[in-house]
């Protein structure tokens, strides 16, 4: 025969070779397949959360006239992909924010808003447009013998949102308000006007 005793040894490594490199293998084909990417972050869903800025009759939020805007908000949003489309309810207190009209002047107080949102995400931050449908209510200031109370007009807008761990996201957005056909009466009689009315807000939202 020509295999000896003395071609053991060598045969011995051969097989150590060939069993560590299986186990390798073995070991790397595990850990490839019980690695999970981490899944990506989603606006969808519901959140509510709380928002303060500045209102004012100008896009200027910061010129005369100007009331400070706090208030809440909830919805839910639905994510295909990077698209989103939402729907958002808001409550503000919006401090006064005093309005011109002839002869006088009016303040809005509250306001109340149902707004559809639209928009595409990148990763975990979402560029947004938002439009919908305001109620808010007026109160007389200076010249104002009858004025209005609870009038309704359209939002349209958009924002910015950032989210952070644990659910938790940060937004600025921009509101314009168009109030059209608010009625005042004043010593120079009754006058129809449409009021505008522009808000810039910082919020955060929790989603759940």
């Not at 397949?33 to 009759?57: D, I, K, N, R, T």
């Not at 940060?170 to 009021?195: C, F, L, Q, R």
Request: glycine residues 16%; hydrophobic residues 40%; neutral net charge.
């Amino acid at each position: 025969m020509f295999f000896s005793v003395k071609c053991l040894p060598i045969a011995a490594i051969f097989i150590g070779l060939g069993v560590a490199a299986n186990a390798g293998a073995a070991d790397l084909t595990f850990t490839t397949q019980s690695y999970q990417e981490p899944p990506a972050f989603s606006f969808g869903g519901a959140y509510a959360g709380v928002h303060g800025g500045m209102a004012s009759p100008s896009a200027n939020p910061f010129t005369d006239g100007r009331g400070v805007a706090a208030g809440v908000q909830a919805g839910y949003n639905v994510q295909v992909g990077p698209g989103i489309l939402g729907a958002e309810v808001e409550g503000s207190y919006l401090g006064d924010a005093e309005q011109k009209v002839r002869g006088g002047t009016i303040s809005e107080k509250w306001r109340l808003s149902a707004k559809a949102k639209a928009g595409v995400a990148f990763d975990e931050t979402l560029v947004y447009g938002t439009a919908g449908y305001a109620m808010t209510k007026f109160e007389n200031g200076a010249g104002v013998r009858r004025g209005p109370t609870w009038e309704g007009g359209y939002l349209v807008g958009g924002g910015l949102e950032h989210a952070f761990a644990g659910g938790l996201s940060a937004k600025m957005e921009y509101n314009y308000v168009m109030t059209p056909g608010v009625e005042t009466t004043t010593a120079s009689g009754t006058h129809k006007a449409d009021i505008d009315s522009h808000v810039i807000k910082a919020g955060l939202n929790l989603r759940f």
